[in-house]
Nanobody, 123 residues
Framework: QVQLVESGGGTVQAGGSLRVSCAAS????????MGWFRQAPGKEREFVAG???????YSPDSVKGRFTASRDNAKNTVYLQMNNLKPEDTAVYYC?????????????????WGQGTQVTVSS
């Protein structure tokens, strides 16, 4: 069982940066690949970054160059660094854990989810 708690959301102006965190419970955090997703009102949940057990990261083209995941296994924490934020990045951001070496872009492939943290980008 893994419990995930996101933090660090808030309101930022367009062009600014924000880092959100996801703290995991349990001693097996390093056994999980992690993903970051977001969901805006009326839209489907969207994959925005993933990080493997070993720290290999990936971001889809929609946010590539702006969003980067990282992890600190000693702190049982995964991060999402977001730069050059745009109003269309406004959403609730979720972290998710998958008992696997590598991330997945489908939300269905994850075993555990956090409660989400709101990120609002003002123009």
């Amino acid at each position: 069982q893994v419990q995930l708690v996101e933090s660090g959301g808030g309101t930022v102006q367009a062009g600014g940066s924000l880092r959100v965190s996801c703290a995991a419970s349990g001693r097996t955090f390093s056994s999980y690949a992690m993903g970051w997703f977001r969901q805006a009102p009326g839209k489907e949940r969207e994959f925005v970054a993933g990080i493997s057990r070993s720290g290999y990261t990936y971001s889809p083209d929609s946010v590539k160059g702006r969003f980067t995941a990282s992890r600190d296994n000693a702190k049982n924490t995964v991060y999402l660094q977001m730069n050059n934020l745009k109003p269309e990045d406004t959403a609730v951001y979720y972290c998710a854990a998958r008992y696997n070496n590598i991330w997945a872009s489908s939300a269905l492939m994850y075993d555990y989810w956090g409660q989400g943290t709101q990120v609002t980008v003002s123009s």
